[in-house]
């Protein structure tokens, strides 16, 4: 790892466990990521910086990669506390300035679209007061923030870092890459040890068709492992030093799990939930029949866009070739 770039594992109220976000010394000095608004989080951010000898109040500047709460929670404190410019790309300005509004348009779109898919009422409800809770982890950032995009360059840790934008995970992740040290800050892009869920989100606007994110990740996946990088930082768990072979890895259990879709489709038509209780009969809980549902949905994206499903009725069957 470069010498000026240093890990802090940072503690969440979520399943997925501690956040990294890094503290990139040099001139800015700069936070990557700022973990959710909790109070361990908090302490834990705190003692990380004092180890290297700074405090809160010294960041210059605080890069967010993409929109979710353990990733940018704290943002709005800490550029209270040290006036730190703040970048991030362009989609996630709306859950930054205000997570609980762009919260409420989103959980609209939801409920309908969960509706016309056979989810039941009772797991609606379910998985829509767990979003709500997890807009309590963050507050509105009342800054401005800096954009950038694929493509721009962003300095920090005293090197260039190229933006690369890989929705996927999320609409607005970007993964920074320092060509010389050929090091990928990949954050939640891909994670050693478990699968990134490519979570489903509503279009921009109604007019719009609703991104297909796991497309979208397979991807930009591949996007990435044509950087081979030497070593990837990940936004959760240990770094990532093969990371052209944990890719294959990955897409070879995207291909397995697509194929179980098919084989059950194969025997009758099956709604979006009647295929996640097929897949995942354990679910329990509201997050993860979120995740779950966006897990099944992604793949059934990408099985009718390469033509091997097709949906009739809001039900998915297997694509019969004449």
């Not at 802090?8 to 000095?29: D, I, M, S």
């Not at 290297?52 to 404190?77: F, K, M, N, P, S």
Request: glycine content about 6%; overall charge negative.
């Amino acid at each position: 790892m470069l010498p000026e770039l240093h890990v802090l594992p940072l503690p969440t109220p979520f399943p997925v466990g501690p956040v990294n976000v890094f503290l990139a010394e040099g001139e800015p000095l700069t936070l990557i990521d700022a973990g959710p608004k909790y109070e361990p989080s908090r302490r834990a951010l705190e003692a990380g910086l004092a180890r290297h000898g700074y405090r809160i109040e010294d960041l210059q500047q605080i890069i967010l990669t993409h929109h979710h709460v353990d990733h940018l929670g704290l943002t709005a404190e800490v550029v209270r506390r040290s006036h730190a410019k703040v970048f991030t790309h362009a989609f996630n300005l709306p859950w930054l300035e205000d997570f609980a509004k762009r919260f409420d348009r989103d959980a609209d779109y939801y409920e309908r679209f969960y509706e016309e898919n056979g989810v039941p009422q009772s797991i609606i409800s379910a998985i829509d007061l767990v979003r709500k809770n997890v807009s309590l982890f963050v507050d509105p950032f009342q800054g401005r923030a800096n954009v950038f995009a694929e493509g721009d360059t962003i300095v920090f840790a005293n090197k260039n870092w190229q933006v690369f934008h890989t929705p996927g995970h999320a609409g607005g992740l970007i993964c920074l890459w320092e060509k010389e040290s050929r090091t990928l800050l990949c954050n939640d892009h891909l994670l050693r040890d478990v699968s990134s869920n490519a979570i489903m989100e509503p279009p921009n606007s109604h007019d719009q068709p609703r991104p297909k994110r796991l497309v979208e990740y397979l991807h930009h996946l591949h996007r990435m492992a044509e950087l081979n990088p030497q070593l990837a930082l990940p936004g959760h768990g240990d770094v990532i030093s093969n990371f052209r072979g944990l890719v294959r890895e990955r897409v070879a259990f995207h291909h397995l799990r697509a194929q179980t879709i098919v084989e059950l489709l194969s025997k009758r038509a099956l709604t979006l939930w009647e295929l996640t209780q097929a897949m995942f009969p354990a679910l329990s809980n509201g997050i993860d029949w979120f995740l779950g549902l966006s897990e099944v949905q992604g793949h059934l994206d990408w099985l009718e866009q390469e033509e091997k499903i097709k949906m009739i009725q809001n039900r998915f069957l297997q694509w019969q070739r004449r």
